[in-house]
Structure formats: C-alpha cells, structure tokens
C-alpha cells in the first residue's frame, strides 16, 4: 500500500512563499503521476499541479501557472510544490495524490488518482 504524507503547510503573509512536501512510501514501480489538489471550505478539490513520474512532465492550473513549480527527488521518495507569490484565493487544504499505471503527461483528474495524503493546511492572510 503505497503511503502519502504532506507538510510544510502554515500560516504566509500574501506574496509570501511556502514550501509544500510530500513524502511517498514509495514511487510506484509503474509509470505514475503524482498530483497536488486543494480544497477550500465549501469548494470542490481541484487539481493544482501534478508531474509524471518517469518522463517528469508538469501540469499547472491556470491560476497558479507561474508562481508554483512541482519537482520530485526520486532518492528520497519525495515531491515537493514551492509555492511564491501566495494569493488569500490559494488557500486551502492542500492534498497530495498519486496514480499508479498511467502513462504519458499528468492530468489533474481526480478520479485517476488511487492514493491520497491526509492533507496539510495553507492559509494566506495579512
């Protein structure tokens, strides 16, 4: 069973920056995507960034493009989303997810996504 676990949420300033980490148990030994989603209060999740897994390809939603950049350090089972110029819209519980046996650039679809985090909380505020 393949394990998520997020951190680096908190309290930023707007145009502060933080650091969001994932830590997987594994990388699957399959093709995969690894996604971040948010939720606000009320809202639906929705897919924030995601990279695929061998090829190392990214996807942005259009209200982030520019200011969040997703990386992956494959030795330490890790992915991280570097947030900047934070926005009070950004807030949010952020989740990270993972789909196993997918191929090719990563989609922000949920329903690809086999395994979740417990999710880690970003709140943007002066």
């Known amino acids: 069973q393949l394990q998520l676990v997020e951190s680096g949420g908190g309290l930023v300033q707007p145009g502060g920056s933080l650091r969001l980490s994932c830590a997987a148990s594994r990388f699957p030994e399959n093709s995969y995507f690894i996604g971040w989603f948010r939720q606000a209060p009320g809202e639906a999740r929705e897919g924030v960034s995601c990279?695929?897994?061998?090829?190392?390809?990214?996807k942005y939603q259009e209200s982030v493009e520019g200011r969040f950049t997703i990386s992956k350090d494959n030795a330490k089972n890790v992915v991280y989303l570097q947030m900047n110029s934070l926005k009070p819209e950004d807030t949010a519980v952020y989740y990270c997810?993972?789909?196993?046996?997918?191929?090719?650039?990563?989609?922000?679809?949920?329903?690809?996504?086999?395994?979740w985090g417990q999710g880690t909380q970003v709140t943007v505020s002066s």
């Open positions: 990279i695929s897994g061998i090829e190392g390809l990214t």
């Open positions: 997810a993972a789909a196993d046996s997918v191929y090719g650039r990563c989609v922000l679809s949920k329903i690809l996504y086999d395994y």
